[in-house]
């Protein structure tokens, strides 16, 4: 059995390494738990998971077998910190990516949900379903009836300006500038 996930460091890897040794590098203000010689190898392990270390060269023939080209949307989500299914965590914003086979054909414009109970979210996933089926899918129901996969990002990574949490419109106003 491996070892148990670190929220936090999990939570770190979602951050740009700037952004990382601002919260947690005693050097500028932050917690103190960054260790140069540690963060930069377990941040990449919870980012890209343990695929890489998984694969091993193919010791015997390999045969390709292609598989049918299939439809799915991926949810990607914003959230404060990771979060597990069912779980109450306040949705930052969402939006969701179509894709047939091995090539991502749509996205739905990404739309803050902060705010929103976790019954209207829901509902609004559903929707972001129901649109990409309306647009793409061609009468058939196949790769519509739910999300593959969650991708979760920081909110740091919220494409949608103006954002509550980069708060650019409030540097605008302490300035001074002329509206």
Known sequence: MGRRTCEKCWACSLLTTIEARKLHDAAEGGDGCWNDSVCHSRRSYYRKGR??????????????V???IVSFVVLHTYV?????PHDEIVIHAMCAE?????????????QHTFGLPPRLVKDYARQLLEALYQQYGNGRRGGFERFAREEQHAISQCPIR???YHAEHLRFVETGGDR
Not at 80 to 84: N, S, T, V
Not at 98 to 110: F, N, S
């Open 51 to 64: 695929g890489d270390r998984v694969r091993r060269q193919p010791q015997l023939e390999e045969v390709i």
């Open 66 to 68: 292609p598989i049918p």
């Open 80 to 84: 404060e910190k990771p979060r597990q």
């Open 98 to 110: 179509l894709w047939v086979g091995e090539k991502p054909i749509a996205l739905t414009q990404p």
């Open 162 to 164: 103006p954002c509550s």
